[in-house]
């Protein structure tokens, strides 16, 4: 199989070379004809696959070596995310007073956020930074297994290999280069974030004693420490939430948000969406709900089996798992169509609406649910060829962009009108009116939202800590190699500190070891880099597309429907980024008679240099084989800053995204406290 792949590839690219000597090709042109651009990508995707397996490698011994290696990956991410859930394990921490707590994560998350004295919050954090101890040589293990799996492959690092195939980044270098330019970009905004905390913190401290010449400098004792960070920002918010829990959970009665979630589906994108319970035997717990999704113009999309219940033994965190992928049948299967996907949607709501009595979210619960529903609507609206690159099978740094656009709909008054209303007085009105009810104040919306983002900038900078040591642990500068001589990083956590050293403003504890409890290693191992890539393309998307203009208007879902959800992964991201360009401007031309007016137009709001949407275009309308070409002389960097449309920036042999739209939406946000 990988020997047939292999040589029809070769034929189709030497019959391309031979099409631009004018000399007769290999194939002929009904063959040629087949090879559609999502066919090859689809080939070459394969192939890789096959190759990261082993099967192109010389020798049995090399063959045996990877598939040992490969065994060996696998075994690491269930032992070292089984340690975090297992008490046993995990240990417990003493807090005085015969206080004893087990160390699982939502304990240590719970006495963090809300145990008022330092001591105890501290003896809680320096425990947990220590557990489980046997990740420690999991880790390890993990790091050496996987920098040989991708040696024998022939990548220099891991994070190299994971980032073949197609990503926006290119190389490790890129990722690395961005994550610092960002973290030095935000410091300021955390530092005043931090300023603010610390004054907190200093009240208490004047609260609790009076001052003294033997007690330490009220400057010393309010510096904010790592286990300072949570509860004092949960002090924030509460400055800024005057309202209670209550207050919310009023408008957010699951049957209300889910009524609104229509309305949002129907207005924006087309999509009907039929909701009822599942039958017996087709749910997995009472209350699961099944979903159908369909569109006015594309016909039946498939089905989301909706997990809002709140139990035990749930699965702990929200996800989308896919359980059937969508992809276009052939004609000899029934006359063609699609086959629809299937998808479970889990998430949480831990609240009772004091209006009904029925189960309801919270605020930061509704926005989950909303991410989540960013990714079904990536799977339900793909409209690709090939299973393989359908919805969220794209590129590793894209597949969070939808999801993190759809989470600006909570922050938005026109969508929240939808979303949160009191609908108990209105029988009928999951499918009622849009105006059923009473909406939620939206002097209540902005107090969440301000609230949210009074940390904004310190939570940013734990990603980009996670999200370097993810880069440094898996790529082309391990341990050892780091800031220099060998003895000054020679361990895991000395590669946490050189992170937190660079991106935090909080200062690293010495003598723990917070990566033994972050399982993202383990999952994303050399990618986790993607959930920052996302939040910046988001934010400038939220406003390019026009939705941040008009958050219903169909105009601006239909251009986010046609140029970021239904390409799925079948477009490489700089093509996929030019679609975008392209597509606002073809939108733009409908209100003017001048196209070329349009085109520029749509230039200047994508930040793109001048003719850049121009020469975007003509790479779009060249045939597949010609871009094929194109890229394999490499003449298409002379394209790539109209692909990236403004959107992106080139760093280090590869593109990272333009950081200031979202620095300037985090700046704005605190400049409304």
Known sequence: MYQRLSDALAAYESSLSALEKRETPRLGPRQLAGWCAESVLVAQRLKQDMEQA??????????????????????????????????????????????????????????????????????????????????????????????????????????????????LARTPAAVVAFLEQLAADVRPVAERELQRLSQLKGLDIRGARATSSSTPSAASAARIQPWDVEYYAARARQELITSTPAAVLRYTAVPSVLAGIRHLLRRVFRIELRISEAVPGEGWAPGVLRCEAEHSELGPLGTVYLDLGDRPGKYPSAVT?????????????????????????????????????????????????????????????????????????????????????????????RVMALLARDRSSCPGAPGGSPDDGEPMPEGLLRELVVGRSATAALELQQQLVLSLADQWLFGERPPGSIGGAAADVATTSDVWRQAVQVASSVPYVPGTSPELRVGHLTIYGGSYYGYVYARCLAAQLWSFTGLEEAPLDPGPGNLVRERLLGPGGSLEPLDLFAGLVVGRAAASSISTSDPAAAVAAAATAAGAAPGAVAAAARLRRLEPWQVARLRQRGLDRALAPAAAGGFLQALQGGYAPRPERYLDMILGRRGAE
């Open 54 to 167: 082993g099967i192109h490698l010389p020798s049995m011994q090399q063959r045996s070596r990877l598939a040992e290696l490969a065994a060996a990956n696998g075994h690491f991410g269930a032992a070292f995310n089984a340690a975090l859930t297992d008490p046993s394990k995990l240990g417990r921490a003493r807090l005085g007073l015969g206080r004893s707590v087990s160390l699982e994560p939502s304990n240590v998350a719970a006495v963090l956020a809300s145990e008022p004295h330092e001591s105890v919050r501290r003896q809680m954090y320096m425990a947990a930074a220590a557990s489980p101890a046997c990740n420690r040589e999991l880790l390890e293990e993990m790091i050496a297994v996987r920098r040989e799996l991708a040696q024998v492959q022939g990548y220099p690092s891991y994070a190299a290999l994971r980032m073949t195939g197609g990503s």
């Open 321 to 413: 798992f896919p359980i059937t992928c969508g992809r276009e049948l052939p004609p000899s299967r029934g006359g063609g169509g699609r086959q629809l996907p299937v998808m479970a949607l889990l998430a949480s709501a831990s609240g009772t609406c004091p209006s009904s009595g029925q189960p309801a979210l919270s605020y930061r619960e509704l926005r989950v649910l909303l991410h989540e529903l960013g990714h079904c609507c990536h799977n339900l609206l793909s409209r690709t060829k090939y299973q393989h690159l359908w919805g969220t099978r794209c590129a590793q740094d894209l597949v969070e962009v939808p999801s993190h656009l759809f989470e600006y709909f909570a922050a938005d008054p």
